[in-house]
């Protein structure tokens, strides 16, 4: 099992570089950059900020340091409502100018795990095509059964190619669906194991709100058995890939707690 852990782009930032350099400052081996202005529009970024100069710093850097970048799609980023958004053309696009390995976006499944399987054709093609993975991350209303037949659906219904998917598993959304509240170890075993794990968001909550606590700051502050859990569970599934840490507290420095700690919970499972 293999682990790079990084930091993501936020809201509260000064800037949209200061978590990315922070990540440079303190070794952080993975970090995501994740374009989106809120539903309000009149927060955040986009894409269109960072000019042509800009993001081949970031790819430099990025090799230099041997940080592997992830690119979160805008919220608006929806199969379901437009397919073939011109928002979903330009975040790819982003990815493959700052050369990320993988796009993630939201599952849907409102309207069946088939209809999600079709849309989701134009974001498959243009992620192989840009040799990025694209990985359908979990909100905190789909469960383990919604990501069991989207996969089946993506096997049985899907005419290009999809080797390159698999699921973002977001800790804290998985601690706040209904049948499995504050129990993500349920949740992960439920998920059959045709389902490809292949990204991480990792952040924590009480089972009543998603508030996007750093890890060991929530429930397992005092208790670090559930992260120990997730992390034999990731190690049977031989998981590879980023954890993102996906919040920018005061002070920063919790990130590194973070990531510290959590390498110690994987080193001693080796």
């Known amino acids: 099992m293999t682990i790079r852990i990084g930091n993501q782009t936020a809201y509260s930032a ?16 993975a970090f995501e950059f994740f374009p989106d202005r809120g539903y309000s529009g009149d927060g955040g970024w986009a894409e269109s900020d960072l000019d042509d100069s ?46 990320a390995t993988l796009v993630n ?36 209303w789909t469960g383990p059964d919604d990501f069991n037949r989207l996969f089946s659906a993506l096997r049985e219904h899907s005419e290009v190619p999809f080797d390159h998917a698999g699921m973002c598993f977001d800790l804290g959304h998985a601690n706040l669906f209904g049948e499995f ?3 993500y170890w349920a949740y992960l075993d439920a998920l059959s194991h045709e389902v490809s794990i292949i990204h991480l968001h990792l952040h924590e909550n009480f089972g009543d709100r998603d508030s996007h606590l750093p890890l060991f700051a929530g429930p397992s502050r005092d208790n670090p058995t559930g992260l120990a859990g997730l992390v034999e569970r990731l190690h049977r599934r031989a998981f590879n890939g980023c954890a993102i840490l996906e919040q920018w507290p005061q002070p920063p420095s919790l990130l590194v707690d973070a990531r510290n700690r959590l390498c110690e919970l994987i080193e001693s499972r080796r």
């Open 54 to 99: 800009t993001r081949r710093s970031i790819r430099q850097i990025a090799a230099e340091k041997q940080i592997e970048l992830t690119v979160h799609a805008p919220l608006d980023v929806n199969p379901l409502n437009n397919p073939e958004a011109g928002r979903l053309f330009s975040t790819i696009e982003f990815a493959h100018d700052i050369g």
């Open 105 to 140: 976006l939201h599952l849907d499944i409102s309207r069946g795990a088939e209809s999600f399987v079709e849309a989701l054709r134009p974001a498959l093609l243009l992620t192989a095509e840009a040799q990025l993975k694209l990985a359908v991350e979990n909100t905190v």
């Open 181 to 183: 509240q504050n129990n």
């Open 14 to 29: 000064r800037s949209v570089m200061e978590p990315f350099d922070f990540a440079i400052e303190n070794g952080f081996t």
